[in-house]
């Protein structure tokens, strides 16, 4: 999914990187999702190697700050349960 994204947002998440505003897990999961590929949260812990606990919270600080954006569901072939799809929407900062 490739989203349009202003030049101010861009500068936005930047500033925040520079400032050191994010921590370091933070910012592992937004490179990772950079790309514009929606990720559960399973995903996002499989790719970067962080605990889940780990992932969910730093998944849903980021969230809160509106950083990242719930952008749909996935069903688990193993649980047959649906998991929210977490990735960036367009005027955010990818």
């Known amino acids: 999914m490739r989203t349009a994204v202003t030049e101010t947002s861009r500068e936005a998440y930047r500033s925040l990187i520079h400032e050191h505003k994010l921590q370091p897990m933070q910012e592992k999961i937004l490179e990772l999702l950079s790309d514009n590929i929606p990720r559960t949260r399973k995903e996002i812990r499989d790719a970067t190697g962080m605990e889940l606990s780990s992932v969910c919270g730093r998944v849903n600080a980021l969230l809160d700050l509106h950083l ?27």
């Open 68 to 94: 990242l954006f719930i952008v749909g569901e996935k069903k688990d072939p193993r649980t047959n349960k649906y998991q929210e799809l977490i990735g960036f929407r367009q005027g955010s900062l990818f």
